[in-house]
């Protein structure tokens, strides 16, 4: 889902050392990110949950709005033969 960016290592000395800085620009800001990216996680199983529900509904209502068009026409057929 939503996951911190990798961190990859660049060619030669700059990249080597770019790679250290940002690991420990990471490591001291994890406490400000962390609870950011924990809570944009659980807003996004939250509407998982909230989209796997409706759908369920939806279902079910076009279920029963079959059912009862079929009984329409059950009663459309059975009224036009008493006429």
Known sequence: ML???KIEQGKGVRGFAA???KRIVRRL???YVE???NEIRSMFEDQQ???HFLRKE???TYRE???LVVRLHE???KNKTKL
């Open 58 to 60: 939806i279902d079910l």
């Open 3 to 5: 996951d911190a960016p």
């Open 29 to 31: 800001t994890r406490w």
């Open 19 to 21: 790679y250290y800085v």
């Open 75 to 77: 009663l459309e057929e």
């Open 49 to 51: 949950r909230t989209i």
């Open 65 to 67: 709005l079959s059912q």
């Open 35 to 37: 609870p950011r990216f």
